[in-house]
């Protein structure tokens, strides 16, 4: 009897109401809806053709609600389509050197994931074959330094299982150096987004080096 009454007032009492707030998760829906659609833009027809209308249109939002997502319009967008790249080209490197074993695996793993999201990135693409005056300031002079420094600390990290913090800062930076090489000249025999090649090639050049810097100086050497 009591148990039915408790049935009969649960059934009784008024559904809760859900209250759905516009706030950050519809805006941050938008935003990525906006941002992906201007990189699907951008791998066809690059940032010069490009216009609010156009990723209005491909982001299936009214162009007001771009400019209320996005209130620098077109430059804003493309400034937030690099962030959200490198935050997920970051994020997604971290997955694979994080389930790497030994060095040697952390090395080719990253190499490896690296130089393949990077090689098959359709927007970057139709950029540097199009309007490389987009990409290349990036990667000349201080700015080149910039995205050593910044991807050589994220990296780092990884190594630091295996070496001092000194020497797997330069791991580092050589493995940063060694992709963004390869990958803008590239070469016979060193195809980086081939696991086997990306292997022989660390195993040819960049274990020698580490354990080179893992090698204790010469007592002659402090004396110069």
């Known amino acids: 009897m009591g148990s039915a009454r408790l049935r009969q007032t649960t059934l009784d009492r008024p559904a809760p109401r859900v209250i759905r707030h516009l706030g950050a998760d519809d805006r941050s829906s938008v935003r990525v809806r906006i941002v992906d659609a201007a990189l699907r833009r951008i791998a066809r027809q690059g940032t010069r053709k490009t216009t609010v209308d156009d990723l209005a249109r491909e982001a299936g939002v009214s162009r007001a609600t771009l400019y209320r997502t996005f209130p620098g319009g077109k430059e804003a967008v493309l400034s937030a389509v690099v962030e ?27 190499m490896v994931d690296a130089a393949r999201r990077l090689s098959g990135h359709a927007a970057l693409n139709y950029l540097l074959e199009h309007e490389p005056e987009v990409v290349f300031p990036r990667l000349a002079f201080d700015q080149m330094d910039r995205l050593l420094l910044v991807a050589s600390d994220f990296i780092a990290p990884f190594f630091g299982r295996w070496l001092e913090p000194d020497q797997a800062a330069r791991a580092a930076e050589w493995a940063v150096r060694i992709v963004v090489s390869y990958l803008a ?40």
């Open 84 to 110: 959200t790249e490198v935050a997920r080209f970051f994020s997604g490197l971290a997955v694979v050197m994080g389930e790497a074993h030994d060095l040697e695996d952390v090395l080719v793993a990253g």
């Open 185 to 224: 000249t590239p070469a016979r025999g060193a195809d980086l987004t081939d696991p086997h090649q990306a292997r022989r090639l660390v195993d040819t050049f960049v274990i020698p080096g580490i354990q080179a810097l893992r090698a204790p100086a010469a007592p002659w050497a402090n004396d110069q």
